[in-house]
C-alpha cells in the first residue's frame, strides 16, 4: 500500500508569464493542427492534480484524453518504468520476444477469454495502429474487403482510421481519398435515438438498418468487420441499450462477419470492468485497446482469437510496437486495476473505484439535473461520463457547453469536450469521492453562473 498523496490547494491565476512565454514559442514552432483548448502549460503532476509552469494546480478531469489511469508520476507505475530504462529500452518486438511483452500478452487475454478459448496480442504504439491492425486482421482473415463502422464514432488519424471515423468532417477533409469500401450505420444512441426510433427499440433499429444494406445495396458476404466502438467516446460518452452488442454479435455470426470492438477509449477499466464490452452479453472477435492501458506510455494493443489471428508470419509488424518500457508501465498500470497492488482510498482496485466514484458523480449530476434544465442528459459508466447541455427545445447547446468548459477552466478543473455538446468526465481511476467533490463543486458553481 502506497502513501496517500495530499491534496493541494487550487491555485488559478491563469495563464502567467511562464506560461504566456511557452504558448507564444508554442505557436511559432509547433503544428496548427494542435487545438489548446486553454492556457495551460504543465510542469508536473501528483495523482489527480496537475501543476503549471507558474506554479497553477489543477484537478485533472480528463486525464490526457482518458489516458492516465493511474494519474500523473504514480510511485508504482514509476518505479517499474524506471527499473525497465535500466535494463534495456529497445530491442524491437518483430525480430526478438522479451519477457515483458510475452507475459503482459499473458496477462491482457486473461481478461477476455472465456472457456474454451484462446486470444492473442498484437502490439502497437497506438490506438489508430491497433486500429489499422485490426482492420488488416480482419480482411486477411477473412478474404474479404468491406467494413462497416458507425456515424459518430472516433478510431483514430491515420488513412484507415480516418475513413473509418463518422464524426467531424474536418477529420477528411482535404486529405482524400481515403480507403475504400467503407461505409457508415448510426450509433443508437438512446438520448438522441436514429431512425425515427425510441431509446427501448434505437438498438433495434440500426441492426435492421444494416440487415437492409445487405438486402439491396451490399452483399454481405463481401463485409470482412464491423468496428464499434461499444460505448462511443468522441462522440459525446453514449452508452448503447443493453440489447445492441448482443445483437450486433448475432448478425455477424449470421453473415461470417468479424465483429471488432474498438476499446481504445472505453476500455482498461475506465467504466467499472476491465472492457466496456464486458457490461454486456457479449464476446467480439478482436479487441483494440491503447490509451489507458500503459498510463500514458506509449502503447497500443490488438487482442483476437487465436482462431481469427491466421496472418502469415511477418506480414504485419511495428518497429516499436511493445516497447518494454510502455510494457512495464502497462504491467504497473494492470496491478493497480486488478489490485495486485492496491492504493490508497481506492477500495480493493482501481476498477472498483471507478465504479464507485462513477455512481456517486452520476449520482450527483443527476441531482443538478432539477435546478439546471439545460443539462439534458447524464449518462455513462464507471468514470466515462458524458454531461449533454441542451437548448430549452432540446437541441444540442454547442455554445453554451463551449462556455461552461472554459469557466470550469478557469476555476481550476481541467476538462474536455466531445460531441455537439458534451463535457465528458474521465478522470484518472485514482480518483476519490472527496477529490470528485472538489470537481463536483466546481461544476456546480459553473452552472449557478450560467443559469
Ligand atoms: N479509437 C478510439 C475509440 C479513440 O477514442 C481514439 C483516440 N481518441 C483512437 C482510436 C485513436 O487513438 P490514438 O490517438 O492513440 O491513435
Excluded at 452508452?239 to 450486433?248: I, N, R, S
Excluded at 467504466?271 to 491503447?290: E, L, N, R, Y
Excluded at 487465436?306 to 518500457?325: A, K, L, R
Excluded at 480493493?348 to 450527483?364: K, P, S, T
Aim: aromatic share 8%.
Amino acid at each position: 500500500t502506497l502513501p496517500k498523496p495530499r491534496q493541494p490547494e487550487l491555485k488559478t491565476a491563469l495563464p502567467g508569464p511562464n506560461t504566456a512565454a511557452i504558448m507564444e514559442r508554442d505557436r511559432q514552432h509547433l503544428s496548427t493542427s494542435y487545438m489548446r483548448p486553454y492556457p495551460f502549460v504543465p510542469e508536473r503532476g501528483e495523482g489527480v492534480w496537475l501543476t503549471d509552469v507558474d506554479g497553477n494546480t489543477m484537478l485533472d478531469f480528463f486525464a490526457g484524453i482518458a489516458v492516465s489511469t493511474t494519474g500523473h508520476a504514480h510511485p508504482h507505475v514509476v518505479k517499474g518504468v524506471q527499473e525497465q530504462v535500466a535494463k534495456f529500452t529497445h530491442v524491437c518486438l518483430t525480430d526478438y520476444p522479451q519477457e515483458i511483452t510475452t507475459s503482459l500478452a499473458e496477462r491482457l487475454v486473461k481478461h477476455v477469454e472465456k472457456p474454451g478459448e484462446k486470444w492473442r496480442v498484437f502490439f502497437s504504439n497506438s490506438g489508430a495502429e491497433a486500429v489499422e491492425a485490426a482492420v488488416k486482421l480482419a480482411r486477411n482473415h477473412t478474404g474479404r474487403s468491406h467494413i462497416i463502422s458507425t456515424m459518430g464514432s472516433f478510431h483514430g488519424r491515420t488513412y484507415g482510421a480516418i475513413t473509418l471515423t463518422g464524426s467531424k468532417t474536418k477529420y477528411k477533409r482535404g486529405f482524400g481519398p481515403l480507403l475504400p469500401a467503407v461505409s457508415h450505420v448510426p450509433y443508437p444512441n438512446p438520448f438522441r435515438p436514429p431512425l425515427g426510433s425510441t431509446p427501448e427499440t434505437c438498438g433495434q433499429a440500426v441492426l435492421e438498418h444494416i440487415e437492409s444494406l445487405f438486402v439491396g445495396i451490399l452483399p454481405a458476404d463481401e463485409v470482412a468487420a464491423i468496428i464499434v466502438e461499444p460505448m462511443q467516446g468522441e462522440g459525446g460518452y453514449i452508452v448503447p441499450p443493453a440489447d445492441f452488442l448482443p445483437g450486433l454479435r448475432a448478425l455477424c455470426d449470421k453473415h461470417g462477419i468479424m465483429l471488432i470492438f474498438d476499446e481504445v477509449q472505453a476500455g482498461m477499466g475506465r467504466t467499472g470492468k476491465m472492457f466496456s464490452f464486458q457490461h454486456f452479453d457479449v464476446q467480439p472477435d478482436i479487441i483494440t485497446s491503447a490509451k489507458g492501458i500503459a498510463s500514458g506510455m506509449p502503447l497500443g494493443a490488438l487482442l483476437a482469437k487465436d482462431s481469427v489471428m491466421t496472418w502469415p508470419v511477418g506480414s504485419h509488424g511495428s518497429t516499436y510496437g511493445g516497447n518494454p518500457v510502455a510494457a512495464a508501465a502497462s504491467h504497473a498500470t494492470l496491478d493497480l486495476l486488478e489490485g495486485v497492488v492496491k492504493h490508497p482510498g481506492c477500495g480493493d482496485n482501481l476498477m472498483q473505484n471507478a465504479h464507485e466514484v462513477g455512481e456517486y458523480i452520476m449520482a450527483e449530476l443527476k441531482g443538478m439535473q432539477a435546478e439546471f434544465p439545460f443539462l439534458g442528459d447524464v449518462r455513462g459508466r464507471g468514470l466515462f461520463i458524458g454531461l449533454e447541455f441542451v437548448t430549452p427545445d432540446g437541441r444540442p447547446d454547442g455554445a453554451l457547453r463551449d462556455r461552461a468548459s472554459m469557466a470550469m477552466f478557469e476555476k481550476g478543473l481541467l476538462n474536455l469536450d466531445c460531441g455537439e455538446a458534451v463535457i465528458r468526465i474521465s478522470p484518472p481511476l485514482i480518483l476519490t469521492k472527496e477529490e470528485a467533490k472538489t470537481g463536483l463543486e466546481i461544476m456546480r458553481e459553473t452552472l449557478r453562473e450560467l443559469k
